[in-house]
Structures are given as structure tokens and as C-alpha cells.
């Protein structure tokens, strides 16, 4: 019995972050429709389509066995046909999203780094990438590190995304190198380089992209499994987070000017002032009606507040 309680449970578990996922990429896909809303225009349209093309054949024919026949049948080809097209598009475009993911969270985190954190990340890339021994540097260089028999030294800049490494920077890495005697060197950066330094560069340079170039060849670059992974944990969190805004609704509160509004109404029609009882009832329902609103638009406002970064 627990056995199958235990299958039951994975079925389920697998079922719903399957669910997930489909509603996310479909989201991200089709501006923000769900996987179902997505899933009915598609057989709206199927359906439109069988039913004109039949009723333009009933109408040249004249036979309805005819148009029902097509009908069905342009129906299953139209879904067919559809299917073949869309799920290699549907693929490609799943990689791209992830893809997408899977830079956002390396920018997040270099984003998150220190000058010397930043360093450090490195040294310990290259090191792995090479096989080699990195040491870290004391004067204008961050670290060195002997490649098939030449010295090496290694310059980290890190910047803001939006910005370049310009001529300027390299120039003064060219000036370190031969300062401190290195043969050559590699010019790192967690963002990109002008285009008009790479065409002369006399050193190996390293850009964002080369450094998820040498991630994937490490297989430490996230895969597809560590997206959809990265995608239901954040999904859960904002259920949770939304569920905890759904219990911090002030409901005692609302239900008191409820309250008052129904003790007010009834009153009224059993003192010497019933208009001044029936107008604070409808102040307090109209106060309890603000509340309320302003709690739900609060809660759908919450609910969108965690896109994925």
C-alpha cells in the first residue's frame, strides 16, 4: 500500500511540474497565455477551418455526407499537419527561453560579486579549464599561471552588463604584462569588449560568452533539467508568498464595517433617525467595499510581482 501511495505521490508530483512548465512557456511564448488558453485557439481555429472548408464544399456539391466527412477529416489533418510544424518550432524556441535563464541567473550572479569575488571565480576557472596552477598577483595583475611552457598573466575587469572594455583598458594590461615579465597574458571581463579591440588584440580575450564557452566544456553550466528545476522552485515560492498575502488580508476588519453596516441598516428602521442609520450603513459597506477591493488588487498585484530573472 505505501508503495503505491509513494507512486501516486511522484505521478502527481510529476504531473504538476509539468503543469507548470506548460503554463510558463506558453507564457513566455504566446504573451502571457496560459498553456489551455493557448491550447483553445488552436482547436477554435482547427474547428473554424474544417467547418469553412466544408461548407464551401456542401456548397459547390450540394452533398451534407460530403461536408460532415471533410469536416472531420480536415479537422484531424489540420491538427496533424499543425503538430508536426509546431513542436520543432515549439523546441527551438523552449531552448532559447532557457537559454535565456540560464544567462540571466550568471549575470545575477557576477552582478552579486565583488571585484576580488569576481577574481576568485576566475582563478578557479582557469585553473579547471587549463589544468594548471593559478597563483594570485600582488601588484597590477590579478593572477598568473604557466599555459604550455609560456607565463601568463591575468587582468579581471569587471563592469556594469551595459558597458565595454575599450582600447584604454587594454593598452594598460599590455603595459602590466610587460612591467611585471610575462610572456603573454588573458584579459578577462564579465561583460563584452569593442568590437574594433578584438581584430588587433595581441592577448587572449575573455568575454561573457567565452566564460559560458568554458563553463559548458567544464559541465558547470546549468542544463535544460536545472531550468525547469530553477522554474518550479520559483513557481512554488510565489504560490507560497502568495498565499501568505492572501492570510495578512485583514479579514477581521472588513467583516466589522460588514458588521456595522447590517447593525446600522436594521436600526433604522426602529429609531427617530433612520436616515442618519441607513447613510453610516452605506459609508461603512461602501469602507468594507474598499478595503475588500484594495485587498484583492493587492493580491493579483502580488501575484505577478516574481517573474523569473
Known amino acids: ?41 488552436r482547436l477554435f481555429f482547427y ?29 484531424l489533418l489540420s491538427i496533424g499537419v499543425s503538430g508536426l510544424f509546431s513542436q ?13 535563464i540560464k544567462k ?44 604550455q611552457g609560456k607565463r ?34 588573458i584579459l578577462f571581463t564579465n561583460s563584452y569588449f569593442r568590437e574594433d579591440i578584438r581584430e588587433n588584440a595581441k592577448v587572449l580575450l575573455y568575454d561573457f560568452d567565452d566564460i559560458i564557452s568554458m563553463l559548458r566544456k567544464l559541465d558547470r553550466y546549468p542544463t535544460d533539467e536545472d531550468v525547469e528545476a530553477y522554474i518550479v522552485d520559483r513557481f512554488m515560492d510565489r504560490r507560497s508568498r502568495v ?17 456595522i453596516f447590517v447593525t446600522f441598516y436594521i436600526l433604522s428602521y426602529f429609531i427617530n433617525y433612520p436616515r442618519y442609520y441607513k447613510l453610516m450603513a452605506i459609508m461603512s459597506f461602501v469602507i468594507g467595499t474598499v478595503i475588500s477591493g484594495y485587498k484583492i488588487s493587492e493580491y493579483i498585484r502580488f501575484k505577478d510581482k516574481f517573474p523569473l530573472k
Open 47 to 75: 474547428i473554424f477551418l474544417s467547418i469553412s472548408i466544408g461548407t464551401i464544399l456542401v456548397l459547390k456539391t450540394g452533398k451534407v455526407v460530403s461536408y460532415l466527412y471533410i469536416s472531420i477529416l480536415m479537422f
Open 152 to 185: 601568463y598573466g591575468i587582468k579581471c575587469i569587471k563592469i556594469g552588463m551595459e558597458e565595454r572594455v575599450g582600447l584604454r583598458e587594454l593598452e594598460n594590461f599590455y603595459i602590466d604584462l610587460r612591467m611585471s615579465g610575462f610572456d603573454t597574458g
Open 1 to 41: 500500500m505505501g508503495k503505491i501511495l509513494d507512486r501516486i505521490k511522484k505521478y502527481s508530483i510529476k504531473n504538476n511540474n509539468e503543469r507548470i512548465l506548460k503554463n510558463y512557456y506558453s507564457k513566455e511564448m504566446r504573451r502571457g497565455k496560459t498553456y489551455r488558453a493557448a491550447l483553445a485557439d
Open 88 to 100: 520543432k518550432k515549439k523546441r527551438k524556441k523552449i531552448i532559447e527561453i532557457n537559454e535565456g
Open 243 to 259: 498565499r501568505e498575502e492572501v492570510r495578512n488580508i485583514d479579514k477581521k476588519k472588513i467583516l466589522q464595517f460588514y458588521g
Open 104 to 147: 540571466r541567473k550568471l549575470i545575477k550572479e557576477f552582478s552579486s560579486f565583488s571585484k576580488d569575488n569576481f577574481t576568485d571565480y576566475i582563478g578557479e576557472l582557469v585553473e579547471k579549464y587549463y589544468n594548471i596552477d593559478v597563483k594570485k598577483e600582488t601588484l597590477s595583475l590579478d593572477l598568473s599561471g604557466i599555459i
